[in-house]
């Protein structure tokens, strides 16, 4: 059974800087697993950030990118805000089927 | 604008079946690369992703739960149809359904919470 691991959670200060990464159990992430990412305040339903790695929807603030990282899905958040703090979900596709992981709790403080 | 809805029971009781509609607006499912999917998120717990279905009707499951699930479409009353048999105390979770296209699951409906309870 294939695992998504992301970090379980990260804190980062108002106006700093944060990556959270996602990593598949069956190796490196490429671009071929189509990572999407995903934002979830409480008793929300997830918004969509990113699609494979790197595209914004229309609503994605400037501050939020995707790319690899060293074989890993990344998010990074520069210039954070206050109402970032949130859950991040990565989601990652194998031949037809989808993976979340199991989420990274930001932390802003 | 896509918006998308699920509705169905809040509650189960264990060993029965569980059907949950979409009803969607605002995009077709007859179109190429269109898709909907489910996804599940039990209380305080990671989303976990269940099923999507194309127009071609094109179906795909999460090997974990391929042999309970199955997912069908009405086209002409944009609405999408999860089945899941044999309910378990363990499936209790917001569900959700979401638009698929260019691989992206970019438009999600609200989530409908269903208690799996005697």
């Known amino acids: 059974q294939t695992v998504v691991t992301q970090e379980p959670s990260l804190t980062v200060s108002p106006g700093g800087t944060v990556t959270l990464t996602c990593a598949s159990s069956?190796?490196?992430?490429?671009?071929?697993?189509?990572p999407n990412w995903f934002q979830q305040k409480p008793g929300q339903a997830p918004r969509a950030l990113i699609y494979?790695?790197?595209n914004k929807h229309s609503w994605t603030p400037a501050r939020f990118s995707g790319s690899l990282l060293g074989g890993k899905a990344a998010l990074t958040l520069s210039g954070v805000q206050p109402e970032d703090e949130a859950e991040y979900y990565c989601l990652l596709h194998y031949g037809g089927i989808w993976v979340f992981g199991g989420g990274t709790k930001l932390t802003v403080l | 604008q896509i918006t998308l809805k699920e509705s169905g029971p809040t509650l189960v009781t264990p060993t029965q079946t569980l059907t949950l509609t979409c009803t969607f607006s605002?995009?077709?499912?007859?179109?190429?690369?269109?898709?909907v999917g489910w996804i599940r998120q039990p209380p305080g717990k990671a989303l976990e992703w269940l099923t999507l279905i194309y127009g071609n009707d094109d179906k795909r499951y999460s090997p974990s739960l391929e042999d309970r699930l199955t997912i069908t479409k009405d086209t002409s009353k944009n609405q999408v149809v999860l089945t899941m048999t044999n309910m378990d105390p363990l499936d209790t979770a917001t569900y959700y359904c979401a638009h698929r296209e260019r691989s992206a699951f970019d438009y999600w409906g609200q989530g409908t919470l269903v208690t799996v309870s005697s």
């Open positions: 494979t790695t790197s």
């Open positions: 605002g995009f077709s499912l007859s179109t190429s690369g269109v898709a």
């Open positions: 069956t190796g490196a992430v490429t671009s071929g697993h189509w």
